[in-house]
């Protein structure tokens, strides 16, 4: 079946309709990954071939492989991992991996980390990402995924679903991994993984899932026609003003949802997006400048169109108080609004651009705002 695309391509391809590459989910590899049982060796090495007459097959298009993050190991835990090597005769008999075979026969992989914490995602993507860096002659579409689950599964902490399979709501508790399984949550967890691995993507198991079904409010509806429309006809102005929508659509706007009615700060408040340091999660320190590189992601939470208003075309949060802890100027120290209000508030609502961080509480001191 590797062939059709090409197939496809060559009578039906146009330039709006035809097939970049290939790509190949095979769970078989799971059934045979078993290190004790001596006759899954010849089963992988079985498989190794086939992927490699698939690619074959595929050509001149790249095949994508999807993987499980455990078929590098016997034993996948950090204490004691222990490394599924299999010595493959098509490879000249070099002894490896099985998952880095893999990475040598493909043009691309997705790593199913089967986990929703930032942490697992990062450990669990570790061996293909290390590898696939490593590898020579790398093709320009060539390219490592963190796959995240968005489909309900009966182990909740393995997905981003707001619900565990079999729930009766749309929304249910889970005791284990991470405790928001939303949209934004799962783009945070991509953001922290794409931190750590550079050269690495997040991906999203759609297939059955929760992605733009507008179940939750932590899950939205996305139209594409729609959300065009909304880039053209709501794009900020990235003004340092009082904020107003522009007049003009931008030549790269930011894809918003419609903009709330304009709320004007009182008239000697400017609104601006905060330059102050600030947090993101409990330990990584950003500023509206990275949120500005992605805001479609990033100005999904709340907190974050407060702390970057302009940035993420949120005009009620000209009138709010950072909810974030943000690092002084002066000092380095983290703070809050919260330390603002304590005392001598009108002292240290003129700390460098803090009338632009908290907002609410500095808008009653009319002293300006210190550059």
Not at 1 to 18: D, K, Q, R, S
Not at 82 to 96: C, F, L, S, Y
Not at 224 to 250: D, F, G, W
């Amino acid at each position: 079946m590797a062939t059709y695309p090409n197939e496809f391509n060559a009578a039906c391809g146009t330039e709006l309709a035809y097939f970049d590459g290939v790509s190949v989910n095979n769970e078989y590899f799971s059934q045979i990954r078993d290190c004790d049982n001596p006759d899954n060796t010849l089963e992988q090495q079985i498989l190794l071939d086939k992927l490699k007459i698939t690619a074959s097959n595929a050509a001149p298009l790249p095949l994508h492989f999807s993987v499980s993050w455990n078929w590098d190991c016997c034993s996948c835990s950090s204490q004691s991992y222990a490394t599924r090597d299999v010595q493959w005769p098509a490879d000249g008999g070099e002894i490896k991996s099985a998952l880095h075979h893999m990475v040598d026969i493909v043009d691309s992989i997705d790593v199913q980390v089967a986990y929703n914490t930032p942490s697992a995602m990062i450990s669990r993507s570790a061996a293909s990402y290390d590898y696939w860096t490593q590898k020579v002659d790398k093709s320009s579409t060539s390219k490592v995924y963190a796959l995240a689950y968005t489909n309900p599964t009966d182990l909740c902490q393995v997905s981003f679903s707001p619900h565990a399979e079999g729930s009766s709501t749309a929304s249910d508790v889970c005791s284990i991994g991470n405790q928001e399984r939303t949209e934004a949550s799962m783009y945070a967890a991509f953001d922290d993984v794409e931190t750590e691995y550079p050269l690495l993507k997040g991906g999203i198991h759609f297939m059955n899932g929760v992605y733009g079904s507008g179940i939750t409010d932590g899950w939205p509806v996305h139209d594409a026609l729609s959300m065009t429309r909304s880039c053209i006809t709501n794009a900020p102005s990235k003004s340092t003003t009082v904020y107003q929508p522009s007049e003009a659509p931008s030549k790269t706007p930011h894809a918003q949802p419609t903009l709330s009615p304009i709320i004007a700060p009182p008239s000697h408040m400017s609104c601006n997006d905060s330059r102050l340091l600030f947090l993101y999660n409990k330990q990584r320190v950003v500023s509206c400048s990275w949120v500005a590189e992605r805001p479609q992601r990033r100005c999904k939470r709340n907190a974050i169109k407060i702390q970057c208003p302009i940035t993420c075309g949120y005009q009620e949060g000209c009138l709010q108080d950072s909810k974030r802890k943000f690092e002084i100027i002066e000092s380095g120290k983290r703070r809050s609004c919260k330390w603002v209000q304590r005392k001598n508030t009108e002292k240290r609502c003129g700390l460098i651009d803090m009338c632009n961080t908290c907002r609410a509480t500095c808008s009653k001191w009319p002293g300006g705002c210190q550059s």
